[in-house]
């Protein structure tokens, strides 16, 4: 049974670049959630997709988008890199409208 | 963000003894999950509780949903080398697949 996913493990970027980071649910889930985790603090909600739609925003900028394919895997987009975005950046999936929410290992974002 | 208020913040106990860690809110959630966290890696969820009141086992691990719907506690019995790690409560506040909000964690560690 797969489970999350996420590409890539690491990456470094510069302020003002944009960058992508992607996720695969768990097989049979529909549901991916994604979550900033800044160092030292619990993960903060960023934005729910179910069915290629985003159904629930937490308090992030416009800056951050997403996207949902059919296949239910999902695209974390963050354009104009600030110093304060390094942080891991969590995904998680559930199967709608189920609440159990797994995680996968996340991808570490540092901004220099 | 908010984040859930978790004590202690971090504890260092010897193996073999109990560890009891406890959430509180001031926003009530329908469920309430206990995930644990190990260092460079996702979350890994190891209770989830549905209604005011319940009492929920997995192993050496109990966690309690509170009355109020405000709060919730962990023990873990008996613990372990492997039971290092980062333990975060996070909450839900409705039924359906929505957003988690994540406690400040608790960091503990097991002296043999």
């Known amino acids: 049974d797969a489970g999350v996913t996420q590409s890539p493990t690491h990456l470094i970027k510069t302020r003002g670049q944009q960058v992508t980071l992607r996720c695969s649910p768990k097989s049979g889930h529909d549901t991916v959630s994604w979550y900033q985790q800044a160092l030292g603090q619990g993960p903060q909600f960023i934005f729910q997709?179910?069915?290629?739609?985003?159904?629930q925003r937490g308090n992030f900028p416009d800056r951050f988008s997403g996207h949902q394919f059919p296949n239910y895997s999902s695209e974390l987009n963050v354009n104009a890199l600030l110093l304060g975005d390094s942080a891991l950046y969590l995904c998680?999936?559930?199967?709608?409208?189920?609440?159990?929410?797994?995680f996968g290992p996340g991808t570490r974002l540092l901004v220099l | 963000g908010q984040q859930l208020n978790q004590s202690p913040q971090s504890m260092f106990i010897q193996e073999g003894e109990d560890v009891s860690m406890n959430c509180t809110s001031s926003s009530i959630f329908n469920t309430w999950l206990w995930y644990k966290q190990d260092p460079g890696e996702g979350p890994v969820l190891l209770i989830a509780l549905y209604k005011a009141g319940e009492l929920t086992s997995n192993g050496r691990l109990t966690a309690q949903f509170g009355i109020t719907r405000k709060d919730s506690f962990l023990n873990i019995s008996a613990s372990i080398p492997s039971d290092v790690g980062i333990y975060f409560c996070?909450?839900?506040?409705?039924?359906?697949?929505?957003?988690?909000?994540f406690g400040t964690g608790t960091r503990l560690q097991v002296t043999l």
């Open positions: 997709y179910y069915e290629e739609e985003e159904r």
């Open positions: 998680a999936s559930s199967l709608y409208p189920q609440e159990t929410q797994y």
């Open positions: 996070a909450g839900q506040a409705t039924g359906t697949a929505s957003k988690l909000t």
